[in-house]
């Protein structure tokens, strides 16, 4: 089954404490991303990875960090998280499209509370 | 980057045709539109997607206007289970071929007995 995990899926962390939301998808999907969702905001681009070794910003990138080191991995990593990192994040996957082809699979969210 | 318009709310009769409406006048002549469903807080599902014909399939159609700035998703017989936020997105590829979704706030659809 196709699948993209994240975790943890709930998490209550202190401000200042690192932590790490990992995310796996099974398709062999070049592209991943994450997102985040705040109500009224809806869901923004954090950072976005079109291959191993190779990542970019995404719309709302500050006070977070990725890596690709592995094609199926692509962990968030908050070094040091702050209240307004409070959020439910998303990760997702796709491949390469041509025609508009390819679908876009999503995790199914990690809550995440800095207190 | 091309912008979505959708109404915040929406309710609808279980067993009734849901139309759900998109306006995306900005949309470019490469760019797709996608919709996405979120039920709850879980991830967002794939629900269909088109360019310039009306599309369908075992969940859904989708009817987009001729000049392309408008589309109207229908879900011809609606659930309790289809309760969810809707979301009309126009996926941006970029030269390099990565695809990016731009989000909306969505339609909340309501499906009641």
């Known amino acids: 089954e196709a699948q993209v995990t994240q975790n943890p899926r709930y998490l209550i962390t202190v401000t200042g404490k690192k932590l790490t939301v990992t995310c796996s998808q099974n398709?062999?999907?070049?592209?991943m991303s994450w997102y985040r969702q705040d109500p009224g905001l809806g869901l923004r681009q954090i950072y976005y990875?079109?291959?191993?070794?190779?990542?970019d910003k995404g719309d709302v990138p500050e006070g977070y960090k990725v890596s690709r080191k592995e094609k199926r991995n692509f962990p968030l990593i908050l070094e040091s998280p702050s209240p307004n990192q409070t959020s439910l994040y998303f990760c997702?996957?796709?491949?390469?499209?041509?025609?508009?082809?390819?679908?876009?699979?999503f995790g199914e969210g990690s809550w995440l509370t800095v207190v | 980057d091309a912008k979505t318009t959708q109404p915040p709310s929406m309710d609808c009769a279980e067993g009734r045709a849901a139309n759900l409406p998109c306006n995306h006048s900005?949309?470019?002549?490469?760019?797709?539109v996608y919709w996405y469903r979120q039920i709850h807080s879980q991830g967002p599902q794939y629900i269909i997607h088109?360019?310039?014909n009306n599309e369908t399939n075992e969940m859904a159609s989708l009817i987009i206007t001729e000049d392309r700035k408008s589309s109207t998703l229908i879900l011809p017989h609606a659930t309790l289970r289809d309760t969810a936020v809707y979301y009309c997105?126009?996926?941006?590829?970029f030269g390099t071929g990565f695809q990016k979704l731009v989000f909306g706030t969505g339609t909340r659809l309501l499906v009641s007995p």
């Open positions: 900005t949309i470019s002549g490469n760019e797709y």
């Open positions: 088109g360019l310039k």
């Open positions: 398709m062999n999907h070049e592209y």
């Open positions: 997702a996957s796709s491949s390469p499209s041509s025609g508009g082809l390819g679908t876009i699979y």
């Open positions: 997105i126009v996926r941006v590829e």
């Open positions: 990875s079109m291959n191993v070794e190779v990542t």
